[in-house]
């Protein structure tokens, strides 16, 4: 009879956890793609933007006014944004349920 008592509960644990992650896969896709755009956007504008010699040096003030380079550094600053939202939600959300399970 306890063994059917916990393959019920494994069962029932196993359930929500497979709803919940079927509930935030959207939620998970989209910090996973800005994290990964985040990533990419970075790594370029080291690449194009502040090249590694002298010549990098002295071209940087004018390399970063172009259109690429602009473009790297609003993708940077919006994901840093969204980052410090998604830690901000997920804080959030755990004291909540912390707060719901005494």
């Given amino acids: 009879m306890t063994i059917n008592i916990m393959?019920?509960?494994?069962n029932k644990s196993?359930?929500?956890f497979y709803?919940?992650?079927?509930?935030?896969k959207p939620l998970i896709l989209f910090?996973?793609?800005?994290?990964?755009?985040?990533y990419i956007s970075s790594q370029l504008y080291i690449y194009y933007?502040?090249?590694?010699?002298?010549?990098?040096f002295l071209l940087s003030p004018?390399?970063?006014?172009t259109p690429y380079?602009?473009?790297?550094?609003?993708v940077i600053y919006e994901a840093g944004n969204i980052f410090y939202?998604?830690?901000?939600?997920?804080?959030t959300w755990m004291a909540a349920n912390l707060l719901i399970y005494k």
Avoid: D, Q
Wanted: glycine share 6%; charged share 5%; proline share 2%.
């Fill in 31 to 38: 910090y996973l793609s800005w994290i990964f755009i985040h």
């Fill in 49 to 56: 933007c502040v090249p590694a010699n002298f010549f990098g």
């Fill in 19 to 24: 709803e919940t992650i079927i509930k935030i």
């Fill in 14 to 16: 196993i359930y929500f």
């Fill in 7 to 10: 393959i019920s509960y494994l």
């Fill in 69 to 74: 380079c602009t473009a790297f550094r609003w």
């Fill in 85 to 91: 939202g998604m830690w901000i939600a997920l804080g």
């Fill in 62 to 65: 004018i390399l970063s006014m």
